[in-house]
């Protein structure tokens, strides 16, 4: 939904919209408009929203409501909703959804462990630079 008078003057004067999506549900490939794809979303949950000069899909509604004080409240509740998620802590015991399948944070962080650790001493330096910082195995923080 769009109610900056910035991105209306943008999207009245030639400009699109991009959006994306988390892909929860996937369906076949296939071909539009002569571009090859893999999957197909078919359900997911909310993303993002831009305003761009040259958008993806050239065949996205755009849809004005004149009720923006409605339009506001939403987003204000869904950005709220959104921040409160971003910084979670988790237990070695809480699980996460991996693919479908609920894998506990400890093992999550030995295979990490395991990934990240090299076994021998021309593994090591690549390792070192490839390598994102360990977690703590205490608690992990994980971004939403």
Same mark, same amino acid.
């Given at each position: 939904?769009?109610?900056? +008078? ?13 959006? #994306? ?35 993806? *899909? ?16 939403? #987003?204000?509740?869904?950005?709220? +909703?959104?921040? #409160? ?15 479908? +399948? *609920? ?19 021309? +593994? ?21």
């Amino acid at each position: 939904m769009i109610w900056s +008078e910035d991105a209306i003057n943008n999207i009245n004067s030639g400009y699109g919209v991009s959006g #994306a999506c988390v892909a929860k549900t996937l369906g076949p490939g296939g071909t539009y408009n002569s571009i090859s794809y893999d999957k197909e979303v078919l359900g997911g949950t909310y993303h993002h929203l831009a305003i761009v000069s040259n958008p993806m *899909y050239s065949d996205i509604e755009i849809i004005q409501t004149s009720n923006t004080d409605a339009v506001k409240e939403n #987003a204000a509740t869904v950005e709220a +909703e959104a921040e #409160a998620k971003k910084n979670v802590t988790l237990e070695l015991t809480d699980t996460v959804d991996v693919d479908g +399948e *609920y894998i506990d944070v400890k093992t999550l962080l030995d295979a990490y462990i395991a990934a990240t650790t090299p076994t021998t001493k021309n +593994e090591e330096s690549e390792v070192k630079e490839n390598a994102v910082p360990k977690a703590e195995t205490k608690n992990a923080n994980f971004n939403a």
